[in-house]
């Protein structure tokens, strides 16, 4: 089944201990993201990568990292959280490239809900 | 730049009624353009693109979404609200022909059905 996997997909953590999340998928995609989703703010884009190796900053990147070592993996780290980190977070894939055959639609884990105290 | 608005934070329709949920895109090359349903404590499931061709799409869930290039506009429509459909809408749109280009998208609808 194709399907993009996150874990912890509950977390409960203190300020300042370093924690990773992780992403996995199973389609072979050259894309990856990770968004977080606020009340009111809708998705922002955190970080992305559009091939092993590849990583950009989105919208809101400060306080996290990223690395693609593999193409199926994606983990998010947050080397110090604090409590404005507290959010739902979601990693998405996707085919990458351009032209119809290179281009689909984003397929999203089912989220992490992360609480920093 | 790329953007995609959605015009409307909330929409309510009674179950039974037909329901369209606005979307209108920016893009300077080619829109590729995606609808999303967002379900309580769940991920975003995709509902419909598109790519190109046909400017009435179908997805999943009996929904389809009509493209309009002049309107630069790709509603979200159903002929039949169930209440069921009520959850968080959201429009996305990529340029296709540019390889650096990201998904953009839109800050979301909420959809009420109410019965």
């Known amino acids: 089944e194709a399907q993009v996997t996150q874990n912890p997909r509950y977390l409960i953590t203190v300020t300042g201990k370093k924690l990773t999340v992780t992403c996995s998928q199973n389609?072979?995609?050259?894309?990856m993201s990770w968004y977080r989703q606020d009340p009111g703010l809708g998705l922002r884009q955190i970080y992305y990568?559009?091939?092993?190796?590849v990583t950009d900053k989105g919208d809101v990147p400060e306080g996290y990292k990223v690395s693609r070592k593999e193409k199926r993996n994606f983990p998010l780290i947050l080397e110090s959280p604090s409590p404005n980190q507290t959010s739902l977070y979601f990693c998405?894939?996707?085919?990458w490239g351009v032209g119809t055959s290179r281009t689909g639609e984003l397929f999203f884990g089912e989220g992490s809900r992360l609480t920093v105290l | 730049a790329q953007s995609v608005a959605q015009p409307e934070d909330q929409v309510n329709v009674a179950e039974g009624n037909p329901l369209t949920v606005k979307c209108t895109y920016s893009?300077?090359?080619?829109?590729?353009l995606f609808w999303y349903v967002q379900y309580p404590n769940r991920g975003l499931q995709f509902l419909l693109k598109?790519?190109?061709?046909?400017?009435l799409v179908k997805g999943s869930y009996g929904f389809e979404a009509e493209f309009n290039k002049s309107q630069t506009s790709f509603h979200l429509k159903k002929p039949s609200a169930l209440v069921s459909d009520s959850a968080l809408y959201f429009c996305?749109?990529?340029?296709?022909?540019?390889?650096?280009?990201?998904?953009?998208f839109g800050p979301g609808t909420r959809l009420s059905v109410l019965p």
């Open positions: 998405a894939s996707s085919l």
């Open positions: 893009v300077s090359g080619n829109p590729y």
């Open positions: 598109y790519i190109t061709g046909d400017n």
């Open positions: 996305a749109v990529r340029d296709g022909g540019n390889y650096g280009q990201n998904f953009v």
């Open positions: 389609m072979n995609h050259e894309y």
């Open positions: 990568s559009m091939n092993v190796e």
